[in-house]
């Protein structure tokens, strides 16, 4: 069965950094597109970032683009988000999901709270 | 970045009933169209990908239809295990993908 652990979230204050990452099992991860989805408290789904198999193709949502950078290693079978200059309104459920055109497995999510 | 929206936004249902949920692009995404099941407190599940194919596991009460810019999800026969937030999401534009708001079916 495919697995998603994603860890790295916490605490942080406003213009902060964290590195979240997502270890991936049960699949060949350097043959699937990956993407990382946040959903803030109580509210619905946004799509943050994707990167294509090889990591030569990334896409970040407007809000994020020079303040996260998504990565990966295939070697290592991790994916990275690296959150630099965080906004209170960053603070959200984080969760590493695979696919390109669908997102067939999730994992369960790291919490980021941005606050002073 | 194409905009998706949903109707309704909530829904009252009883099991047994028929249900369905809108989704709407702001342009033509063909296909591109994707429908996500999410529980409190749980992550999302893929329902129904490329507008009308079943992911494998999900009950055949769930179908899609739609092409271009609108889009349904069906229920054909409501569970007490379907109680949940439903999501659409375009991938057409794979630089920015987006999700529609949620319907919350309660």
């Known amino acids: 069965e495919v697995q998603l652990v994603e860890s790295g979230g916490g605490l942080v204050q406003p213009g902060g950094s964290l590195r979240l990452s997502c270890a991936a099992s049960e699949f060949t991860f350097s043959e699937y597109w990956m993407n990382w989805v946040r959903q803030a408290p109580g509210k619905g789904l946004e799509w943050v970032a994707n990167?294509?198999?090889?990591?030569?193709?990334?896409n970040h949502v407007d809000s994020v683009k020079g303040r996260f950078t998504i990565s990966r290693d295939n070697a290592k079978n991790l994916l990275y988000l690296q959150m630099n200059s965080l906004r209170v309104e960053d603070t959200a459920v984080y969760y590493c999901a695979r696919g390109g055109r669908w997102f067939d497995s999730w994992g369960q999510g790291t919490l980021v709270t941005v606050s002073s | 970045d194409i905009q998706m929206t949903q109707s309704p936004s909530s829904l009252s249902a009883s099991v047994g009933d028929r249900v369905t949920i809108t989704c709407r692009a702001s342009q033509s995404i063909r296909t591109y169209l994707n429908w996500y099941q999410q529980k409190p407190g749980q992550d999302p599940k893929l329902l129904m990908y490329?507008?009308?194919n079943l992911q494998s596991g999900v009950p055949s009460r769930f179908s899609g239809s739609g092409s271009g810019t609108d889009f349904t999800l069906t229920i054909s026969s409501l569970q007490p295990e379907d109680f949940a937030t439903y999501y659409c999401q375009q991938t057409y534009s794979m630089g920015g993908v987006t999700f529609g708001p949620g319907t919350k079916v309660d």
């Open positions: 990167i294509n198999q090889d990591g030569s193709d990334k």
């Open positions: 490329s507008a009308s």
